[in-house]
């Protein structure tokens, strides 16, 4: 059943990404990288649901997710830049095909990453991030969500590709067969993968040309 809750806090991550912290429902259940239903409970967008991944973890008191914000079509992303602390949200269904398996590359594409800023922060918890390792494909350094935790979390098995920008220590240009190839090793059982539909069919492609079967692959498409 839907459940209004308070936002919190609403702050920018990046240029375009909020930050959203609210109260959380009541009963509410849900696996790091699971989505929810959300819609804005203002007039006229009460029933405009939009998905959005909890970047929270299941224990924490509260419910957080990062937004990437469309400002030029008058969306809910667009809407959620004018709401402050106080405002409310709607919270719906959760669901969400992607889960943690076991020891992998996780590759996201933008906003894609924000089941696995959940997935990775639940591992850290539990002391179990051991070698998996992150791909994250993103127009411009400061496009990328997070940048300083995920470094945290993962160290060297942080691989940021810039598509539009020449960075030292950043991959250049999208991400290839090669850029994957390069950090697979004999152990990696699971691809995770996240992102715009472009780049999923991209990426999935590569992934079919390095030999890793469709079993092998955890993907949900933003
Ligand atoms: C399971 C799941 C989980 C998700 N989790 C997240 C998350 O955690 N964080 C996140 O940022 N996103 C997430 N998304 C994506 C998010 O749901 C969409 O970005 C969001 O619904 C956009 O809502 P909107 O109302 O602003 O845009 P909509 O009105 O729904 O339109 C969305 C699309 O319109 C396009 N568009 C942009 N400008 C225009 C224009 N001028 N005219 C017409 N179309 C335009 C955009 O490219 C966008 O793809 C998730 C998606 C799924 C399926």
């Given at each position: 059943m839907a459940q209004i809750v308070k936002i919190k806090s609403i702050e920018h991550l990046t240029h375009d990404v909020l930050k959203i912290v609210a109260d959380r429902p009541v009963n509410l259940s849900y696996l790091p990288g699971q989505a929810v239903d959300v819609a804005i409970n203002k007039p006229g967008w009460e029933k405009e649901w939009r998905s959005f991944t909890f970047t929270s973890l299941p224990d924490d008191d509260h419910i957080e997710f990062n937004i990437k914000t469309y400002p030029s079509h008058n969306g809910v992303t667009n809407q959620l830049l004018s709401l402050s602390s106080g405002d409310e949200l709607v919270i719906g269904d959760v669901y969400g095909?992607?889960?943690?398996?076991?020891?992998g590359i996780f590759i996201a594409g933008g906003a894609g990453i924000t089941p696995f800023i959940a997935i990775l922060k639940h591992l850290e918890k539990n002391n179990q991030l051991g070698n998996n390792k992150l791909i994250f494909a993103n127009k411009t350094k400061g496009d990328i969500i997070q940048e300083e935790k995920l470094g945290k979390l993962l160290g060297k098995n942080f691989i940021n590709v810039l598509s539009d920008e020449q960075f030292p220590g950043y991959e250049h240009g999208f991400i290839s067969p090669d850029t994957i190839k390069k950090h697979m090793d004999g152990n990696m059982k699971y691809f995770y993968l996240c992102g715009p539909p472009p780049m999923m069919d991209a990426v999935g492609k590569h992934l079919a040309s390095l030999g890793v079967s469709e079993e092998a692959i955890v993907k949900e498409g933003f």
């Open positions: 095909d992607i889960k943690y398996k076991g020891e």
